[in-house]
């Protein structure tokens, strides 16, 4: 299947350049600004790329310079185990610090009445970055080992994040790592490349008691290259330009804007593509004025835009009509626009009205290098319309160019380099003579199939996806993504261990995808922070909800979790509802007892009444447990239905019993 399905106009087709807006100006003038840019495009076959390439002084090609080393920091985004709500985590990467004093909001700190024995600290970055220095400046308020206040920690260490490992692993060869109080502290490594770079910190531990004092930074620099995302790589021979989009409308009205569009190639092709729209609101047409839209085509790998022009009123007579430039071979008569866009007297533009081209000698193209004008009649007006037409020599070559072939995936991936929604993948493939070249697709080193437009990922994982385009002379482009695709968020389950009047809590998360990251939780009078082993809270006289989630490396967080800890002394109970009806049979008495599980654990019911009991093992959640007793008689005194249910809850036996009266009843 073509990746281009709409039809060329052929290679001795005229290329339409649109030169954009021009001022009003006297026609000898405008006719030169329009020859300058034009003439670049079409002798240099190059497109508006190598015209922007060769613009430097002199008409030289100008170089980016290597990439020098900076301080990466500054673009990166820091976050902590945990930030004082005094401190502010974005002071280390503000540019200044100091190592004592100063405000609260000028610099990083853990302390807290919970100070454990680790804190990190982490910057990442949307693109990779390539480092092999830092340089810490710690924060604190003394220096006695107090397990108090804010200390320089005992110990730290660097790691970054190894993508293919799915885990940080230390940075190769450090200098070392000082813990110098009053002064920077360097440390040097072997480069790595990477999207975060965490660092560790020990705890200054008291010489006497097992507590820590708090951990601060004030800055933190990142040395190195990178961090910023690359643009998408762009088509070599894909269009240079398209036709221009400027559509009227009246206040209220919704615009009619163009199903199908020209994209003009610096091949020498014009092909008319479909084009699909973003949705225009009445809201955007509730008041004079012009606003931009944006559309987006199977054809093409960039947006294109337009504008809408919203009228109240009479646009006025047309004042200026925008110049157009074309490209012909010699020996082929130019193909000139049918329409040209015009500008009003309220500003307002219209680039459908029609012209009429005067006719083209064809002396005036018989022979290449060279150029001419051709004048038109716009329809509504005096204002005449002028094509620049510019004559090629024909590429008699042999094509030896194979297509080029992009594959892109939407929407984007997340910071982390995962895709955290299942993408939708698009092949656009181009070349320099074929309008249409065969594309074809395989995903994960499958069979190859013709591609016959967007398909979507649907299944997480390391996907692969191969895109190949042939040419009508057989040669053969190719292209590719790796799409590491995880939409899944992490399940974390907490056990609970009676010790005491206390709970030890541990919570464990499981991820199928990128992998754990990071669980947090919270509970009263804590903060939401990193979870890094069991921990216990001592019961008190309220009950205690204790939240957590997890967030694995892909940047899905999960839904927040609960558990509730009882308050102290209170017996865990079942969640059991219980009904007993009495009720009549054929003329005898029956007492009918129901009782509904609302745990999330099966559990064990026992039904006992005056007349009978009945015993169930492990009833489902939300299922019940049911029996109907006979009494034998046509009347049954009141009475109590008793229902016993047992279940390990949290690691531990609890068992329930509920009493449930019912009235007399009589049959006869």
């Known amino acids: ?34 020859t300058a840019t034009a003439l670049a495009l079409a002798l240099t076959g190059a497109g508006v790329g190598a015209w922007a390439a060769t613009s430097g002084p ?11 080393s900076s301080n990466v920091a500054l673009i990166g985004t820091p976050e902590a185990s945990y930030t004082a709500s005094w401190n502010k985590v974005e002071a280390v990467n503000d540019g200044a610090g100091v190592s004592t004093g100063g405000a609260h909001d000028a610099t990083w700190a853990t302390w807290s009445g919970d100070r454990p024995a680790t804190q990190w600290l982490e910057y990442s970055w949307p693109a990779p970055v390539t480092v092999d220095r830092s340089v810490v400046r710690f924060w604190s308020d003394g220096t006695d080992a107090n397990g108090d206040n804010v200390r320089v920690p005992a110990s730290w260490k660097l790691q970054y994040w190894d993508a293919a490992a799915g885990a940080f692993v230390d940075v190769p060869h450090p200098s070392g790592y000082p813990t110098d109080r009053l002064a920077t502290n360097e440390t040097t490594f072997d480069a790595v490349t ?32 990178g961090g910023v995302e690359e643009p998408e790589p762009v088509d070599p021979n894909g269009p240079i330009d398209y036709s221009p989009v400027h559509i009227p409308t009246d206040v209220g009205v919704l ?3 163009p199903a199908e569009i020209d994209a003009i190639f610096t091949d020498g092709r014009v092909e008319t593509v479909a084009v699909d729209w973003e949705d225009v609101t009445t809201d955007d047409v509730a008041a004079a004025g012009a606003f ?17 022009h919203v009228r109240d009123g009479e646009p006025g007579a047309i004042t200026a009509v925008d110049h157009v430039s074309v490209v012909t071979l010699a020996g082929t008569a130019p193909a000139l626009p049918a329409t040209v866009t015009a500008e009003y007297e309220d500003a307002s533009k219209d680039s459908r009205v029609p012209v009429t081209w ?38 008699t070559g042999e094509d030896t160019t194979p297509p080029t072939v992009t594959v892109t995936a939407q929407p984007g991936p997340a910071t982390s380099g995962w895709y955290v929604q299942h993408p939708t993948v698009t092949v656009v493939a181009s070349d320099n003579r074929d309008p249409a070249p065969a594309v074809e697709v395989s995903v994960d080193g499958g069979a190859w199939s013709a591609y016959d437009g967007p398909f979507a990922i649907d299944e997480d994982g390391v996907r692969t996806v191969e895109a190949r385009a042939t ?25 609970l261990r009676e010790v005491g009047s206390s709970v030890e809590i541990t919570l464990a998360a499981t991820d199928a995808g990128s992998g754990v990251d990071k669980v947090q939780w919270e509970g009263p009078g804590t903060f939401w922070g990193t979870y890094t082993e069991p921990f216990t809270r001592a019961l008190t ?30 017996e865990p109970e079942l969640d059991l509802a219980v009904e007993v009806s009495p009720r009549c049979l054929a003329g005898k008495a029956y007492v009918a007892v129901r009782a509904t599980n609302g745990e999330d654990v099966p559990v064990s019911v026992m039904l006992s009444t005056p007349f009978g009991q009945k015993a169930f093992a492990d009833v489902a959640p939300g299922k019940n447990a049911y029996q109907s007793f006979a009494t034998r008689a046509t009347s049954a005194p009141a009475g109590t239905a008793t229902v016993t249910a047992t279940a390990a809850v949290g690691g531990e036996e609890v068992t329930t019993t509920v009493d449930a009266p019912f009235d007399a009843l009589d049959c006869g």
């Open 541 to 570: 006289d309220e009950p205690q909800v204790i939240e957590f989630a997890a967030t694995d490396a892909a940047g899905n967080e999960e839904v927040r979790q609960q558990v509730v800890l009882p308050a102290l002394g209170d």
């Open 194 to 225: 990477t999207t975060r770079l965490r660092a560790t910190f020990d705890a200054l531990r008291e010489t006497t008691a097992t507590t820590y004092s708090a951990v601060g930074v004030s800055e933190w620099e990142v040395w190195g290259t």
């Open 58 to 68: 002199g008409g030289e090609i100008l170089a980016a310079a290597d990439e020098a």
């Open 292 to 308: 931009e839209v944006t559309g987006t085509s199977d054809e093409l790998v960039e947006p294109v835009s337009g504008t809408v």
């Open 471 to 495: 040419d009508a002379t057989g040669n053969v482009g190719s292209g590719s993504r790796e799409l590491r695709v995880d939409t899944v968020a992490p399940a974390t389950v907490a056990t």
């Open 1 to 34: 299947m073509s990746a281009r399905t709409n039809s060329s106009r052929g290679a001795g087709s005229t290329v339409l350049i649109p030169l954009g807006d021009q001022p009003p100006a006297p026609r000898a003038r405008r006719r030169v600004v329009a």
């Open 255 to 257: 615009p009619d804007l």
């Open 358 to 395: 005067d006719a083209v000698d064809p002396a005036d193209y018989a022979e290449p290098d060279g150029l001419f004008f051709v004048d038109g009649d716009v329809e509504g007006t005096d204002v005449p319309a002028e094509a620049v037409v510019f004559v090629v020599a024909p590429d």
